[in-house]
């Protein structure tokens, strides 16, 4: 029998390599909630159009919204010099208080960034203090936590797209850069915490790998969330109010004048068409996907059955309510319930081939 001074040194290295892996994971999950959240919040700041409200990025002093009425005026002046309010909001005749509605939103989504980035830096750099981080995932938090700033700096130069222009919106690429990068990192956040839930319970458990099929998935997927970024930031859910036809035709009536390049990445009627029926490759691929993770995993398949048929459905309704304020925020918001049910699912096609290769 080994005497316990032979086998102590051997404990603090397994420590180490081990970590706290299950803390790890709960941490992870609150911060992936979160950012869904603030993608719903998100959706709300466009479709109220009140991202252009704070024509100001003030890292510090933007966490306080303004605190007097000369304050509250001195910022309404700012908005009043935007495109968005001289050819769009101040022929509707916005008020003041009118503008303190929109203010609240972009103030409110802000600051929701703020916090999340508290929420994953604070946390990280105590479970690095403390050794707790688990062997070989030290860069993969650094990288979503450099995601997070990314996000900041990306937010700010979409809003500068709009301020100081004639521009009544800010760019739709812009804006999809920064809704596609919230959602890569929701898709690392699940991943990670899935990685480190399998490490909790099998110390020997390797990270799961990305499949190529898996990847397809993705990248049809991808397509589909950027079509509808670019729908969403052009304002081409108002292309047409009926379905499955749009203005009475099967296929819409398009200029390409300006061209092939411009009019796919700019025309809203051809966008909001193209949008609508990648959906149904988009599904074709999900129902691959989660028949392949079926047998090893059916809560992961059940999720992503259940999200993209709930998220098909609002997209059809948001049409048909000629864009419906909340039925479109639930569309946006069950489109982030989908990238973290396809992350999981990808997730689980990884182990399940990582299995079946030993």
């Given at each position: 029998?080994?005497?316990?001074?032979?086998?102590?040194?051997?404990?603090?290295?397994?420590?180490?390599?081990l970590?706290r892996?299950?803390?790890?994971?709960r941490w992870?999950?609150?911060?992936?909630?979160m950012v869904?959240?603030?993608?719903?919040?998100?959706?709300?700041?466009r479709?109220?159009e009140?991202?252009l409200?704070?024509?100001?990025?003030?890292?510090?002093?933007?966490?306080?919204?303004?605190?007097?009425q000369e304050?509250?005026?001195?910022?309404?002046?700012l908005y009043?010099?935007?495109?968005e309010?001289?050819?769009?909001?101040?022929p509707a005749g916005?008020?003041?208080?009118a503008?303190?509605?929109?203010?609240?939103?972009?103030?409110?989504?802000?600051?929701?960034?703020?916090?999340?980035?508290?929420a994953?830096?604070?946390?990280?750099?105590w479970?690095?203090?403390?050794?707790?981080?688990?062997?070989?995932?030290?860069?993969r938090?650094?990288?979503?936590?450099?995601?997070?700033?990314?996000q900041?700096?990306?937010?700010?130069?979409?809003?500068?797209?709009?301020?100081g222009?004639?521009?009544?919106?800010?760019?739709?690429?812009?804006?999809?850069?920064?809704?596609l990068?919230a959602?890569f990192?929701?898709?690392?956040?699940?991943?990670?915490?899935?990685?480190?839930q399998?490490?909790?319970?099998?110390?020997?458990?390797?990270?799961?790998?990305?499949?190529?099929?898996s990847?397809?998935?993705?990248?049809?997927?991808?397509?589909?969330?950027l079509l509808?970024?670019?729908v969403?930031?052009?304002?081409?859910?108002?292309?047409?109010?009926?379905?499955?036809?749009?203005?009475?035709?099967?296929?819409?009536?398009?200029?390409?004048s300006r061209?092939?390049?411009?009019?796919?990445?700019?025309?809203?009627?051809?966008?909001?068409f193209?949008?609508?029926?990648?959906?149904?490759?988009a599904?074709?691929a999900?129902v691959?996907?989660?028949?392949?993770?079926?047998?090893?995993?059916?809560?992961?398949?059940?999720a992503?059955?259940?999200?993209?048929?709930v998220?098909?459905?609002l997209?059809?309704a948001?049409?048909?309510?000629?864009?419906?304020?909340?039925?479109?925020?639930?569309?946006q918001?069950?489109?982030?319930?989908?990238?973290?049910?396809?992350?999981w699912?990808?997730?689980?096609?990884?182990?399940a081939?990582?299995?079946?290769s030993?």
């Open positions: 029998m080994a005497s316990h001074a032979e086998i102590s040194p051997s404990l603090p290295t397994n420590a180490r390599h970590g892996p299950l803390a790890l994971a992870l999950w609150v911060v992936a909630m869904i959240v603030i993608v719903v919040v998100g959706g709300i700041t479709l109220t009140s991202g409200s704070i024509t100001q990025w003030d890292v510090v002093s933007g966490v306080l919204p303004p605190l007097s304050a509250w005026q001195a910022e309404f002046d009043r010099q935007t495109g309010y001289r050819f769009e909001s101040g916005m008020d003041l208080e503008f303190k509605f929109i203010y609240f939103w972009e103030w409110f989504h802000r600051n929701l960034g703020r916090l999340i980035g508290l994953f830096a604070l946390p990280m750099a479970y690095w203090i403390k050794g707790a981080i688990p062997s070989g995932y030290k860069p938090l650094f990288a979503m936590l450099s995601l997070i700033g990314m900041g700096a990306l937010g700010w130069y979409m809003v500068s797209s709009g301020v222009t004639d521009l009544t919106d800010v760019s739709h690429f812009r804006l999809s850069a920064h809704l990068t959602l990192l929701l898709g690392g956040l699940v991943w990670t915490a899935l990685d480190l399998r490490l909790a319970r099998d110390p020997s458990a390797r990270p799961a790998p990305l499949t190529a099929p990847l397809i998935v993705a990248t049809v997927l991808f397509i589909q969330l509808g970024a670019w969403a930031g052009l304002n081409a859910g108002h292309a047409s109010y009926d379905w499955p036809l749009m203005n009475g035709r099967l296929i819409p009536e398009v200029d390409f061209g092939i390049l411009w009019t796919l990445t700019h025309d809203p009627f051809l966008l909001h193209l949008h609508r029926w990648w959906a149904w490759i599904v074709a999900l691959w996907l989660s028949r392949r993770v079926r047998k090893t995993d059916r809560a992961a398949s059940v992503i059955h259940s999200a993209f048929g998220m098909v459905l997209g059809i948001t049409v048909i309510t000629e864009v419906s304020l909340w039925i479109a925020v639930s569309h918001f069950v489109g982030a319930l989908l990238v973290a049910s396809v992350a699912g990808m997730h689980s096609d990884g182990v081939a990582r299995a079946n030993v």
